[in-house]
């Protein structure tokens, strides 16, 4: 039974780490690429996720921009991180705090549930906005990479379960 179990954990743990890898992936071109184009009397600028950010800044919106600073880049890069510790403390097995983690688990899947909020702002943005000649936003290619990589988190945590990280402590417990 011993041999079979580290397979069955490894197998446990193949979706939430290929969708985690994806998902830290898909970061890249969505802080890299534009996530949306204005367009202002003639004037175009396209951002991404960070320089849409200095610009808000700029501007004298500092609860705005440290706002999407937070929601757009710290909390997607930290939720992979949480989600790799996750899965590296479930691969290794014997894990010493299991109540830990699983509240970790717990709070990342909390934060999923309003990952998309950004994604949902660019679209209501893109349809809010058109002025014709004046003025109109369109989103960018760098949006949809964010929702993919948004959407592979929220698989990775799902697809993770929890219970792996107290096998361990199940089984000192019946020795």
């Known amino acids: 039974m011993s041999r079979r179990f580290p397979r069955l954990k490894s197998e446990r743990l193949a979706n939430p780490t290929a969708f985690a890898i994806a998902a830290a992936a898909m970061l890249v071109p969505a802080n890299v690429l534009p996530i949306l184009t204005t367009r202002t009397m003639g004037q175009t600028r396209?951002?991404?996720?960070?320089?849409?950010?200095?610009?808000?800044?700029?501007?004298?919106?500092?609860?705005?921009?440290?706002?999407?600073?937070?929601?757009?880049?710290?909390?997607p890069v930290l939720k992979l991180m949480g989600l790799g510790w996750l899965l590296v403390a479930a691969r290794r097995g014997n894990v010493r705090d299991p109540r830990r983690l699983t509240r970790l688990y717990e709070a990342l899947d909390f934060i999923g549930r309003w990952s998309m909020l950004d994604v949902f702002l660019v679209a209501f943005l893109a349809g809010l906005v058109r002025f014709g000649?004046?003025?109109n936003i369109e989103p960018g290619e760098g949006i949809a990479a964010f929702a993919l990589a948004v959407v592979l988190t929220a698989l990775a945590t799902h697809a993770f379960d929890p219970r792996v990280l107290w096998r361990g402590h199940a089984m000192e417990a019946v020795r």
């Open 133 to 135: 000649g004046l003025s």
């Open 46 to 75: 396209t951002d991404t996720i960070f320089s849409g950010t200095v610009e808000l800044w700029r501007q004298d919106f500092w609860a705005i921009a440290a706002i999407v600073f937070i929601a757009s880049i710290v909390i």
